[in-house]
């Protein structure tokens, strides 16, 4: 009798004692689950990739259940941000925010520490903006031919500002200045705000900015836009030319955004991830905000992405070779 007791005992205890492992198994599961997930974006607040990186984080952690933190880590031309997350464990607790700026950066820069094509997992595109040439009011051109014919009349190189060197804004540029066989002089600046500040203030006479922001200043003649370097028109900027068909013959520079994680990252991640933000992407709402930000939601699976990537890769490869750029330190 005592022996029965103290074996029913016995069971009792270890029943409990399993149940009480099997919900600090769980317990563990969901703080796993539950950990935060760090958007490391590359550049100040309030750029694209920034705007963003805050719109889908809110999204995010109500569909996956996980904190997204946004994390600004700028410098270098986005390399400090990047170099982080190559650094990164790949456990779905880091992604990259970043821009296609990122495929042509061994080509503008000597030191690079990290393989740009294989130091990320591609995860999903997330969409493209278009951008514009634009004059301060003073420069006496209404388009891109007349604005060629003006520069190669100029005793000196014409100033441009962009927001720094191996930017968009500062290869597009060379891009251009090549294609028209214009003689520009590169004046960089630490962001697109104090670029845009001295372009108004007429202290450099061209830039390349969003079309989208461009606009609204047009509209109060405080620059011109001479036109758009995407190559197909621009359906919500029908009276603004692409500069391939109004003096710059072959330009097509689209600037594009996509997510990826550090190396490694399991197919399981990468799909959970992609499913979850490409659906975001595509509510009505978020297509809504981004539009109004200029970017045209453009999403893909990682295989799509990392096509693109190459594409870039080597698309600006042969453009700086052409163009003769010389490699920063």
Known sequence: MYDSFDSSRNTRRLLLKAGALTLLGAAGL??????????VIPFTPGTTPDLIARLLGPKLQASLGQPFVADNKPGASGMLGMDAVAKAPADG?????????ALTLPFVYRKVPFDV???????????????????????????????????????????????????????TMEWIAHLAGMDLRHVPYRGSAPAVT????GHVKLLIMPLHVAAPLAADNKLRILGATRRTQDAAYPTVPPLHQSGVPNL???????????????????GRYNTAIRAV???????????KQGVSVQTGTPEELARIAQAEHDKWGRLIKDIKLPQEE
Do not use: C
């Not at 607790?93 to 700026?101: A, D, H, V, W, Y």
């Not at 634009?134 to 006496?140: E, Q």
């Not at 051109?141 to 927001?163: F, G, H, I, T």
């Open 30 to 39: 969901g703080a796993r689950a539950a950990q935060p997930v760090r958007m």
């Open 93 to 101: 607790s880091t992604l990259l925010f970043g821009t296609s700026t």
């Open 117 to 171: 094509l294989t130091a990320f997992t591609p995860i999903t595109m997330i969409g493209t903006t278009n951008f514009a040439l634009v004059v301060h009011p003073s420069v006496p051109a209404k388009n891109a031919r007349e604005l060629v014919a003006w520069v190669k009349s100029q005793p000196a190189p014409v100033d441009y500002a962009s927001p720094g060197k191996g930017t968009f804004q500062h290869l």
């Open 198 to 201: 001295d372009l108004l203030g």
């Open 252 to 270: 097509d520079a689209d600037a594009w955004y996509a997510v990826w994680g550090p190396k490694g990252m399991s197919r399981d991640l990468v």
């Open 281 to 291: 992407l595509n509510e009505p709402d978020s297509k809504a905000t981004l539009e």
